[in-house]
């Protein structure tokens, strides 16, 4: 009887066997992703491919081949053509909800950080700085009844609006649509176009998909509106901030800080300007990096991957259009 065959892109922090079971499955085991030519190449003898943000998944690799079902290790996606998928049929399935939690915990660490001067406070400690009490030794912001200013307002968004209730702040959100009132009045938000938003906000923090229209949504303009004081934090997607207008923007002051788990590109080259500037922080894309949500991740794309390889439809699909 014939076995389906699956491809992995990278080592998953779960056990395999219930797709084992239904399918010949092999891992990539090295650290860094598949090349785009070796990936192509698998996927035209596979049934089945189970990817990450970091693997480009384009019409071309999806024409090479004849995939009953791309299952992705993440929310965002992307990095798949979902268009090109929808045309050959192809279901495409995401990880929604499980990291939300993780997300906003992370948005919200790289937010005190960034206001408390946590990072530079520690390296200054390292470096024997730290000769005796100081009244002005690296004062930040109020967190505590401070404006906060959230850009994309779906789960994760909503989620950090959750956090932010907790420290009394004045909740602003800007989104493709206003949310029901009684969602606002829940969670004591206001909803404000993006040009208010950057305005009045004392932080900023980004939660939009990476899509054409959110590229380089944050650009010298909208750092140009933001309070020189005000401190922006990404944990969407790098492609929503043109990284040298935040350089320009630290460096001249149009803003005060910045905290990022995500670039464009990603990895940063190691000799971008933003990795000089101490009011960066610079993390490597770990926002939804907790073991429990890791592993729950993992096991919704494995579910997805199965469901796709039967021929049922995907608990968690991105491009459900396709069943109709
Ligand atoms: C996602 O899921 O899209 C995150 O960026 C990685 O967890």
Redesign the pocket.
Known sequence: MYKAKVFITRRLPVELGQLEEVATVEVWTERQPPPYDVLSEKAKAIDGLLCL?TDKIDSQLMAAGNLKVISQ?????DNIDVAAASKRKIPVG??PGV?TDA?ADFAWALLMAAARRVVEADKFTRAGLWRTWEPDLLLGPNITGATLGIVGFGRIGQAVARRAKGFDMQILYTSRYQWEAELEKSLGVEFVPFEQLLQESDFVTVHTPGADDTYHLFSDRQFNLMKPEAILINT??GTVVDPDALYRALVSGKIAAAAVD?TEPEPIPQDSPLLTLDNLIITP?I???SRQTRSQ?AKMAIANLIAGLKGDRLPYCVNPEIYV
């Open positions: 943000l290790v993440a929310v965002g996606y995401h990880t990291l997300t969407a997607r995500v894309h926002g939804s990096a991740m």
